[in-house]
């Protein structure tokens, strides 16, 4: 292969908006194996940075900078120019399968041994990287083989984008017209409220007059320590609609904390700060569980209140209308405090629609996850393959 770097960055809008690609390294995807973004310089620019254009097919990857350490590896879907960081691999193709040796440039580890601070890649080092080189028609059906992986993981990808966009779309018709089919929306009689239209007949209340609101336990360095050490949650916990138990953290807390703070099924636990608004339902994952000062729990005052309905109703109110001053990880509240907390207004349905308008989300919600669940078997399964083909311990 013809190994190579780009050149330098085009500055200042006028080298921009034109018809050529210019490549930088934040276009690479760390998981996809194709460019797909790009931005677009001019003719002028090319001359003034005498510009190289690699063909379609050239892989690319960092070669200097923190980035290298992530590995990623690509290929270029049509003629571009790439900036100076990254390295240029135009393989002979009377020699090497292009999809075979970008494979093999996955499966090596450039960065392992490299230096903390600004690591370097130099060509010379990546010309001599030792390739395995088996027959033309073992290359085709190794890259086969992977690339039917990389693909059923790209299509479960879109799988679960469409998910995420049905959801967003179904949260927002839901929570305004209430669980009722399409054709019947427009026979809903609406009220607008300040929190948007809702149907006539649904309430709306204060979060403190439908919930208790509890916050946890600041910890501290005496907390560290103790006879009554107990698994606890904090805000990194906390993902929307879900509780992430992959690191627990253990602090001290004595009978009457403990009798206070354990949590129970159907607690909603909303961050004070951080993502402020981010919520998740506890379900019981873990026995004996507790939280952290920065988590409000909320627990119902009465029985016509679903927790689950209300999960899904933050979700929406914080990340996608901006009820409540921010949408996304923007909000004009610097800290959620409990007084503000409990002012704020929340629809309220009867509790039958509140438990259908939950159970269809959460059906959604339980489709991304299984879709997430195959995602990363699609993954593990690649990596898998990528070591034993690469290493001759599989044959095709």
């Known amino acids: 292969a013809d190994v190579a770097s780009g050149g330098s960055a085009p500055q200042g809008e006028p080298f921009f908006g034109g018809k050529n690609p210019f490549v930088r390294v934040q276009h690479l995807d760390e998981e996809g194996l194709v460019v797909r973004r790009w931005d677009l310089i001019t003719d002028e620019a090319v001359k003034k940075y005498r510009l190289r254009l690699f063909p379609a097919g050239t892989i690319v ?4 900078g923190a980035s290298i350490r992530l590995e990623k590896r690509a290929v270029l879907p049509m003629p571009a120019y790439i900036v100076s960081p990254l390295c240029a691999v135009v393989p002979d193709d009377d020699r090497i399968y292009r999809d075979f040796l970008l494979y093999a440039l996955k499966h090596q580890r450039l960065a392992v041994e490299k230096a903390e601070g600004y690591p370097t ?10 390739i395995p080189l088996p027959s033309f028609s073992e290359q085709r059906a190794i890259a086969h083989v992977l690339r039917a992986v990389q693909e059923a993981k790209e299509a479960t990808e879109r799988v679960i984008a469409a998910l995420r966009q049905l959801k967003k779309r179904l949260m927002r018709y839901l929570f305004t017209y209430g669980p009722v089919p399409l054709d019947q929306a427009e026979s809903i009689p609406l009220r607008e409220t300040e929190i948007g239209p809702i149907p006539a007949h649904w309430q709306v209340v204060r979060l403190g007059k439908i919930f208790h609101i509890q916050q946890g336990k600041a910890l501290c360095p005496a907390a560290r320590v103790g006879s009554r050490m107990r698994p606890f949650l904090r805000t990194s916990n906390i993902l929307w609609g879900r509780v992430d138990l992959t690191n627990i953290d253990m602090m001290h807390f004595d009978e009457g904390e403990e009798k206070r703070l354990t949590l129970q099924p159907g607690d909603l636990l909303v961050c004070e700060g951080g993502e402020i608004g981010r919520t998740a339902i506890w379900e019981g994952q873990l026995s004996g569980c507790l939280y952290q000062n920065h988590l409000h729990r ?6 016509d209140v679903y927790p689950l309905f209300f999960m899904y109703w933050m979700e929406l109110a914080w990340k996608l209308l901006g009820v409540y001053g921010g949408t996304g990880n923007q909000t004009t509240i610097p800290n959620l405090s409990r007084s503000r907390l409990a002012s704020l207004l929340l629809p309220l349905p009867p509790l039958l629609e509140q438990e259908q308008i939950a159970a269809i989300l959460r059906t959604v919600d339980r489709r991304i996850e299984a879709e997430e669940n195959y995602k990363r078997a699609l993954e593990s399964l690649f990596k898998t393959l990528l070591h034993l083909l690469m290493t001759g311990k599989i044959l095709v």
């Open 61 to 64: 990857f960092p070669k200097s």
């Open 121 to 130: 890649l130099a060509l010379t080092e990546i010309r001599r990287l030792p």
């Open 298 to 303: 909320l627990r119902p005052l009465s029985s």
